[in-house]
């Protein structure tokens, strides 16, 4: 994680525009009719209020806009301004055809089966823990019956860049909702810091990675 003192006090959040009916895509759901596509990403005016370094992805929102006719899924991003920062690299990633899916209803579902949760439960016994991944469960772990309606209009599959794909760790610095095979998805651009840190002996570019 990103220690305190790297980041600075300056944080703006930024969300999909439905100006260019390009970007504005229809979904065969009830709930909403269309979504947004057109790219979140940091707004260059806000380097002029502070002085290089660059703009990661801090926090993430879903809202709508229009009414139930014309009701548009949209996407907002909190950035947060992270100083002596340059980006050695980006990559626009998608989640892969096998991931694992459906992780935060999972965490539910898992949650309220837990022998915590009920009064009279016997001692749990000890498993191995058991490895949800895409070799164990190609299609993603089993969701909740109640989510799987969901699982028809939205593709749960995470998004994933981290220390297994080399250099090192990503940030976000943006992302896109898309409509793909009929479902809502999430495209996602990840990308590696250079950090500058001038206080070591022999003022040195170090490649900063964050998780």
Same mark, same amino acid.
């Given at each position: 994680?990103?220690?305190?003192?790297?980041?600075?006090?300056?944080?703006?959040?930024?969300?999909?525009?439905?100006?260019?009916?390009?970007?504005?895509? &229809?979904?065969?759901?009830?709930?909403?009719?269309?979504?947004?596509?057109? /790219?979140?990403?940091?707004?260059?005016?806000?380097?002029?209020?502070?002085?290089?370094? /660059?703009?990661? /992805?801090?926090? &993430?929102?879903?809202?709508?806009?229009?009414?139930?006719?014309?009701?548009?899924? $949209?996407?907002?991003?909190?950035?947060? $301004?992270?100083?002596?920062?340059?980006?050695?690299?980006?990559?626009?990633?998608?989640?892969?055809?096998?991931?694992?899916?459906?992780?935060?209803?999972?965490?539910?579902?898992?949650? !309220?089966?837990?022998?915590?949760?009920?009064?009279?439960?016997?001692?749990?016994?000890?498993?191995?823990? &058991?490895?949800? #991944?895409?070799?164990?469960?190609?299609?993603?772990?089993? /969701?909740?019956?109640?989510?799987?309606?969901?699982?028809?209009?939205?593709?749960?599959?995470?998004?994933?860049?981290?220390?297994?794909?080399?250099?090192?760790?990503? !940030?976000?610095? *943006?992302?896109?909702?898309?409509?793909? &095979?009929?479902?809502?998805?999430? $495209?996602?651009?990840? *990308?590696?810091? #250079?950090?500058?840190?001038?206080?070591?002996?022999?003022?040195?570019?170090?490649?900063?990675?964050?998780?």
């Amino acid at each position: 994680m990103l220690g305190d003192s790297m980041a600075s006090s300056m944080s703006e959040w930024r969300e999909s525009e439905d100006t260019d009916p390009g970007y504005i895509e &229809a979904i065969q759901w009830n709930s909403y009719s269309c979504i947004s596509t057109s /790219v979140v990403k940091y707004n260059p005016e806000w380097s002029k209020r502070v002085s290089g370094g /660059v703009f990661i /992805v801090t926090g &993430a929102q879903l809202f709508t806009k229009g009414t139930w006719a014309r009701k548009v899924l $949209h996407l907002r991003l909190l950035y947060t $301004h992270i100083p002596k920062c340059t980006i050695h690299k980006s990559e626009w990633t998608r989640a892969p055809a096998a991931s694992q899916k459906g992780s935060f209803f999972t965490t539910i579902s898992t949650t !309220l089966s837990s022998p915590f949760m009920h009064r009279n439960a016997q001692p749990a016994q000890k498993h191995e823990p &058991a490895q949800l #991944n895409s070799g164990v469960y190609p299609d993603g772990p089993p /969701v909740p019956l109640q989510s799987r309606k969901l699982l028809k209009f939205v593709d749960m599959s995470e998004v994933v860049k981290g220390a297994h794909d080399v250099p090192g760790h990503w !940030l976000v610095t *943006a992302a896109k909702l898309v409509k793909e &095979a009929g479902k809502i998805g999430l $495209h996602v651009k990840f *990308a590696l810091l #250079n950090y500058d840190d001038t206080e070591q002996p022999h003022g040195s570019i170090m490649s900063y990675h964050c998780k």
